[in-house]
């Protein structure tokens, strides 16, 4: 289990007693190679870019098609990314 994955602590109802963890605040695995969006400030759609690395859970770095660094290379968070 990761750091992020323990660090979350689960909810009990009161009916069942068992953990319940919210997968909504998850995304789908992404892999690197999968083409997706880069969301803007203002939640326009740029792109589509390639996944270039996934150097942890919550950021990802992408490329052009061409396989140049898009910003630079900079890890961008996965809440600005959006598959196609």
Not at 6 to 14: I, L
Not at 15 to 38: C, E, I, W
Not at 58 to 84: H, M, P, Q, W
């Given at each position: ?11 009990f ?46 950021k ?25």
């Amino acid at each position: 289990m990761s750091t992020s994955e323990s660090s979350e602590t689960p909810n009990f109802t009161e009916d069942d007693k068992r953990a319940n963890v919210d997968t909504s605040k998850f995304k789908p695995d992404s892999h690197v190679g999968d083409q997706v969006y880069l969301l803007d400030s203002s939640g326009s759609r740029m792109g589509p870019y390639v996944i270039a690395s996934i150097p942890s859970a919550k950021k990802c770095t992408l490329s052009f098609e061409n396989g140049d660094a898009v910003r630079n290379g900079e890890e961008i968070d996965v809440d600005y990314v959006e598959a196609v």
